[in-house]
């Protein structure tokens, strides 16, 4: 199965940009790159997902690298809100089932 | 209000007992999963389910059941069989379109056993 490895922690300060790396060297062709991000006690809740291209919504940014094997999620002005635990995951079918694999995640602390 | 619930929030149960975690939607999504979740740790897959009567295990699928009988509903069934299973259960659905669709979570439910 396709594993992510991200940063367990980084630090930031309100109001900066934070970008998020996640390394994931043996995607496949056909997997989605997803971000999801966790606050403490609370279920995650989807960021932002791209296949090829950087994409961009109202959350955040994610740039893919041209080779796919990496990718950045950017936040472009840190809030205190900010702060939670970042996934990197991959999604894609196999042999017709889900494939979920998720990341260790990347827990991001906001200073003010 | 669309989403997702799970009852109940704190869950606790003697060792040896077999406890059901309630999950329903009502956003009218095709695909239901449920994941563990360990202090510090990320989300583990337990089952997910693409349709109405069936499911496939994920990577932790030894001492849980499940069962998929109306489209609302995926309840999990931590049995005495399961070892360890003190952690944070979450569950979420997604409309199972595929790889892009976006998967919602609930609020969780945490089990303590005694």
């Given at each position: 199965d396709a594993k992510t490895?991200?940063?367990?922690?980084?630090?930031?300060?309100?109001?900066?940009?934070?970008h998020l790396?996640?390394?994931?060297?043996?995607?496949?062709?056909?997997?989605?790159?997803?971000?999801?991000?966790?606050?403490?006690?609370q279920g995650p809740?989807?960021?932002i997902h791209g296949l090829t291209s950087?994409?961009?919504?109202?959350?955040?940014?994610?740039?893919i690298a041209e080779d796919r094997k990496s990718s950045t999620l950017i936040?472009?002005?840190?809030?205190?809100?900010?702060?939670?635990?970042?996934?990197?995951?991959?999604?894609?079918?196999?042999?017709?089932?889900?494939?979920?694999?998720?990341?260790?995640?990347?827990?991001?602390?906001?200073n003010p | 209000d669309g989403g997702i619930t799970q009852s109940p929030k704190y869950l606790f149960?003697?060792?040896g007992q077999n406890v059901t975690l309630s999950c329903e939607q009502n956003l009218n999504h095709d695909a239901m999963y449920w994941y563990r979740q360990d202090p510090g740790q990320g989300l583990r897959l337990i089952y997910y389910s693409q349709i109405v009567n069936d499911f496939q295990k994920g990577d932790i699928a030894e001492g849980?059941?499940?069962s998929r009988e109306k489209k609302e509903s995926f309840p999990l069934t931590v049995t005495s069989a399961q070892k360890n299973p003190t952690a944070f259960y979450l569950c979420a659905s997604?409309?199972?379109?595929?790889?892009?669709?976006?998967?919602?979570?609930?609020?969780?439910t945490r089990l303590t056993v005694l």
């Open positions: 490895t991200q940063p367990n922690s980084m630090e930031s300060n309100e109001e900066e940009p934070v790396p996640c390394n994931h060297s043996t995607i496949s062709g056909t997997d989605y790159i997803h971000w999801y991000r966790q606050l403490p006690s809740e989807y960021v950087n994409v961009n919504n109202r959350m955040a940014s994610l740039a936040l472009h002005r840190a809030t205190l809100r900010d702060a939670a635990v970042y996934y990197c995951i991959l999604r894609g079918f196999q042999g017709g089932s889900e494939k979920l694999v998720f990341g260790k995640g990347t827990k991001l602390t906001v | 149960r003697k060792e849980y059941s499940v997604s409309s199972g379109r595929g790889a892009t669709d976006t998967q919602y979570f609930g609020p969780g």
